[in-house]
Nanobody, 124 residues
Framework: QVQLVESGGGLVQAGGSLRLSCAASGRTFSSYVMGWFRQAPGKEREFVAAISKSGGSTYSADSVKGRFTASRDNAQNTVYLHMNSLKPEDTAVYYC?????????????????WGQGTQVTVSS
């Protein structure tokens, strides 16, 4: 069982930056691939980024590539989403998720555990 708690969301102007954090409970954090997803009002949840168990590999959606990067600190049981050059269309609730399955990391159905989400609002 893994419990995930996101933090770091807020209101930011377009072009600004935010760093989201996701703290995980349990001793086996390094056994999980971690993903970030987002959901805007009236839209389906979409993949943002994922990071391998060791942190050695990351993968980002085309819509955020070059602007958003996932990182993790296994000693602190925390995964981060670094968001730069934010746009109004990045406004959404952002969720972190965990899976022990290293495949299909961009699919929400891959993930077993989810946080409660944190709101990110980008003003124009």
């Amino acid at each position: 069982q893994v419990q995930l708690v996101e933090s770091g969301g807020g209101l930011v102007q377009a072009g600004g930056s935010l760093r989201l954090s996701c703290a995980a409970s349990g001793r086996t954090f390094s056994s999980y691939v971690m993903g970030w997803f987002r959901q805007a009002p009236g839209k389906e949840r979409e993949f943002v980024a994922a990071i391998s168990k060791s942190g050695g590999s990351t993968y980002s959606a085309d819509s955020v590539k070059g602007r958003f990067t996932a990182s993790r600190d296994n000693a602190q049981n925390t995964v981060y989403l670094h968001m730069n050059s934010l746009k109004p269309e990045d406004t959404a609730v952002y969720y972190c998720a965990a899976t022990s399955n290293g495949y299909a990391a961009s699919k929400s159905t891959t993930y077993d555990y989810w946080g409660q989400g944190t709101q990110v609002t980008v003003s124009s």
